[in-house]
């Protein structure tokens, strides 16, 4: 997120869309997870308990069933292309948000449109990449970068950097000589 909140400081009038993930806690213990819009809207991803009797038929990853409704309904309206959108931030595009059928259809659209994406990918479980995310490594333009705790700090300077130049530049406003005198 510290991209994210640099972007907003550095250009106010641009136009970001996505979600990023977050932990939901109960204490020392994570019980789930949930999707979070920039716009502020929160929907549940994944929890270990089970809500309702429907969530059993929900998919599993580990020890989380994934709420394949609640996040598309928090989620697939934000990647929607608008003509204002000036990048789109996904995080993260893994295993339980690909269990939607519409998820990884909307980033490709994304990604044939002319906006800028950076998105999270993960790092591959016994070095083999979901199908999805290595389309996304491979994909013509696609820039990646290994973040760890060490190197974070250091990479987010690099990362603004390459993102800043993709953005679309600001329209300069043309003033005529009214010609008065």
């Known amino acids: 997120m ?11 009038n641009l136009k970001l869309q996505g979600f990023y993930s977050q932990e939901i806690r109960q204490g020392n213990e994570r019980v789930g997870f949930e999707v979070v819009t920039l716009g502020g809207r929160r929907g549940r991803l994944a929890c270990t308990a089970t809500p309702s009797p429907e969530a059993y038929q929900w998919p599993s990853v580990g020890k989380y069933k994934v709420d394949v409704a609640s996040f598309e309904s928090v989620v697939l309206p934000e990647l929607k292309i608008r003509e204002d959108t000036g990048l789109f931030i996904i995080d993260e595009v893994g295993k339980m948000e690909l269990y939607s059928s519409y998820f990884f259809p909307a980033i490709l659209n994304i990604l044939q449109s002319d906006i800028p994406l950076l998105a999270t ?7 083999k990449d979901l199908p999805a995310v290595l389309r996304l490594k491979n994909h013509p333009g696609a ?8 190197n974070r700090d250091a990479m987010k300077d690099q990362i603004y950097s390459q993102l800043v130049d993709m953005l679309p530049k600001p329209l300069k406003s043309k003033t005529r000589d009214a010609g008065l005198g």
Do not use: C
């Open 2 to 12: 510290r991209i994210y909140e640099s972007l907003k400081l550095s250009n106010p």
């Open 121 to 127: 990918i993960p790092i591959p479980k016994y070095g």
């Open 143 to 150: 820039t990646m970068f290994t973040l760890d705790q060490r």
